[in-house]
């Protein structure tokens, strides 16, 4: 699945592409769009500003209409100048939106709704995100008493809890725990004042610098997919094991994230 930083970068660079461009095509197979698009037609609109949310995409068009879409483990959204070839088969497209210049193509994207500003606030009301990670105004009482809520739940499943903290993913989940010394299968019960102001800080501080920054930081991760290869900071071999019903795998240091 990918992470905040990943959703951000994405919105980023369509919204450079698109803003004030006019839609002159539209093709989906979503049967849920398309029975929206015949009511509300697409072509003719301006997209007015592409914006991350968590882990949503959200694209913005004249009239009150809102794409929304999902990544889940596999989807993704390119950009490219009209009659550019495209990098992935054409099987896999699930949204194409034309301009004058360019078509923004979603592939293998699972979720996509059209929605109303009012809708839109409907629905994350009923999904209760939690706090946006990349977000300026990112709430951190609210993030802190969301997961001290987890008492019983093991910190590496926590992090991942989007209603606890909005875009975390598996490799930051491991990178934060790491960095702050903790182990991901302690519970949050037995997290301290400091162990839960260092997981907030370290978890933005990772995905804004990866979000934001000039080179990707992803080239040099201190345990995620480092599984048998010596630790950065002590030689240990890094481990890994599956974690939670996802099954999701979590990379550690024995030495440097002892359990308590």
């Not at 009301?125 to 802190?144: H, K």
């Not at 606890?164 to 010394?181: H, L, R």
Request: hydrophobic share 40%.
């Amino acid at each position: 699945m990918p992470e905040g930083d990943t959703i951000f970068r994405t919105a980023r660079t369509l919204h450079q592409a698109l803003m004030g461009e006019v839609i002159i095509g539209f093709q989906t197979g979503f049967a849920i769009l398309d029975s929206v698009n015949d009511n509300a037609p697409i072509i003719g609109r301006t997209i007015e500003r592409v914006e991350p949310r968590g882990k949503w995409l959200l694209i913005y068009f004249a009239g009150d209409l809102v794409l929304l879409t999902h990544m889940r483990m596999r989807g993704s959204w390119h950009i490219y100048r009209r009659g550019e070839r495209w990098q992935r088969p054409r099987s896999q497209m699930r949204i194409v939106i034309t301009t004058e210049h360019f078509e923004a193509v979603a592939f293998q994207v699972p979720v996509a709704e059209f929605h109303t500003a009012r809708s839109l606030e409907r629905h994350f009301a009923q999904l209760r995100p939690g706090p946006d990670v990349l977000n300026p105004s990112f709430n951190e009482d609210e993030a802190v008493l969301r997961l001290r809520s987890q008492a019983i739940e093991e910190v590496g499943n926590v992090l991942l809890n989007q209603q606890v903290m909005a875009g975390i993913g598996n490799i930051y989940k491991s990178e934060t725990c790491f960095v702050c010394g903790i182990h991901p299968f302690r519970m949050v019960s037995s997290l301290t004042v400091d162990e839960i102001q260092c997981l907030l800080d370290t978890a933005r501080r990772l995905i804004s610098a990866s979000a934001h920054g000039s080179t990707d930081q992803r080239q040099r991760l201190w345990v995620y997919r480092r599984e048998g290869r010596p630790c950065r900071r002590c030689g240990a071999a890094i481990l890994m094991r599956r974690q939670g019903t996802g099954a999701r795998s979590t990379y550690w240091c024995p030495e440097c994230q002892r359990m308590k």
